[in-house]
């Protein structure tokens, strides 16, 4: 089973992959973790390096759950390999605030990869607007370029039921 998840910032896209690997033993994996230079860092790879890691990832993975909300190139493969693409809709009021409250704990703690300010904390928010009137635009443009839909849930339980209920090219229920 391939999973991809797609949200706003702070929807709980990381939350999600990994209740989903848990329950159904899959692989996850977090596009913001496989695209940053270095633990610490906030430095992304180049385009070339980010491309290679999706294409190895793809190759070496028979099942994965892979969230992220990068709109590059390469993720035309991670859509067309996906068995699930699942939007994870989250009110703005809560993706914000779980962004800000995210930052500022990369702020206060140093515990992040990635260095944050407040105004890091005011992009967080500036993308998440964003995200309702481009982002997602986008991302739907593209799924329809690669005659994919994705599956609107709210919920660990939706996507559950979601996953419990695709068929397989043969009809059956996929065995996770």
Not at 31 to 58: A, C, N, P
Not at 71 to 99: C, Q
Not at 109 to 134: I, Q
């Amino acid at each position: 089973m391939k999973i991809f998840i797609y949200g706003g910032p702070g929807s709980g896209k990381s939350t999600l992959a990994q209740q989903l690997s848990g329950e159904f033993n899959i692989p996850f994996f977090e596009l913001d973790d496989l695209f940053h230079s270095g633990e610490k860092s906030k430095e992304i790879k180049d385009v070339t390096q980010r491309t290679k890691i999706v294409e190895q990832l793809l190759k070496q993975e028979n099942s994965w759950i892979i969230e992220g909300l990068y709109r590059d190139n390469w993720l035309n493969e991670i859509l067309n390999t996906a068995d699930i693409v699942f939007y994870l809709n989250t009110p703005y009021l809560t993706r914000a605030f779980r962004a800000t409250r995210r930052t500022l704990g990369w702020m206060v703690f140093r515990n992040s990869k990635r260095t944050s300010s407040p105004l890091t904390v005011a992009a967080h928010l500036k993308l998440n607007r964003r995200f309702e009137t481009v982002h997602r635009p986008e991302f739907n443009k593209r799924l329809a370029a690669v005659k994919k839909q994705s599956i609107t849930i709210t919920s660990y339980k939706d996507a559950v039921n979601a996953i419990k209920d695709v068929a397989s090219p043969t009809g059956r229920i996929f065995e996770i």
